[in-house]
Structure formats: C-alpha cells, structure tokens
C-alpha cells in the first residue's frame, strides 16, 4: 500500500517484499504514479511497458498478475493498493470488482485517520495555549 505525501508515493506497508518499505515514487511515475494520477485501476500480466508506464523499470517481468487500485476518498487520492496474484493465477473482473470494494474502504479508513491525527494535534496545540495563557496571567 502506497499513501501520497505531496507529490509522491510513499510505501506504508508490504507482505513479502519489507525492503519496499520507504520508497517514493513520483506522481505519473510507474505504475502506481498512473493509477494515482488517472484514477483508475490497472490488470497487468507479464511484461510492464515502460512506455504505456513511465519510470517503470525496462525489462521488468513477472509471472504473477498484479492489479493496482486508486484509494479515492470523497474525490481525494489518498494513496495505490497494489495486489499481486498468487503464481499461475489471473486476475478475473469479479476479483477487480473485490479489491475495489476493500480500496474503497481502505481509503476511507485513511481519510479518517488523517482527519484524527488532524484534529488530535490541533487539540494538543490549543492546550498548550490554554497552559501558557493561564501560567502567564499569574
């Protein structure tokens, strides 16, 4: 799962492959940079065009099919689902249809966890005021 922080990807969270763990990618960039970008979901099996994919690595391929998700919470990017299939396995549309359910959730959750942190901080920061205004009045 990749979240946007500005202008860029940023991996949060990966099964398999931990060393991902940190990297930034470019909005447009890649595969995930497309999704984000154009809002819309990608089937790929096998080899990854650069050109239909730029800042893809050239040559890559794979033998498992992936399927990547925009998470679009109230017309808002938050982030990429990235799905890869097991080996031999396709993706079907039924599975598309699936994992969009679960994006649409996750970027729910996402939204409202950043709206949490949001308001949490701008508590701590009005508490602090308080504590200040009141030490200063004695």
């Not at 500005?6 to 470019?26: I, S």
């Not at 065009?49 to 033998?63: A, L, N, V, W």
């Not at 679960?102 to 729910?108: L, Y």
């Amino acid at each position: 799962m990749m979240l946007v922080e500005g202008d860029e990807l940023v991996t949060l969270c990966v099964r398999g492959r931990e060393e991902a763990v940190g990297a930034r990618l470019r909005l447009g960039e890649g595969i995930a940079g497309h999704v984000a970008l154009r809002r819309e979901p990608v089937l790929i099996e096998g080899h990854v065009d650069p050109k239909e994919f730029p800042g893809s690595p050239t040559g890559r391929r794979t033998s498992r099919a992936r399927c990547q998700l925009p998470l679009v919470h109230r017309d808002e990017v938050v982030g990429v689902l990235n799905v890869n299939a097991a080996a031999d396995y396709a993706f079907t549309e039924y599975d598309l249809r699936a994992v969009a359910v679960f994006a649409e959730q996750a970027a729910a959750a996402i939204a409202n966890a950043r709206l949490y942190e949001a308001e949490r901080a701008h508590v701590a920061e009005l508490i602090e005021l308080r504590h200040e205004h009141v030490g200063g009045a004695g």
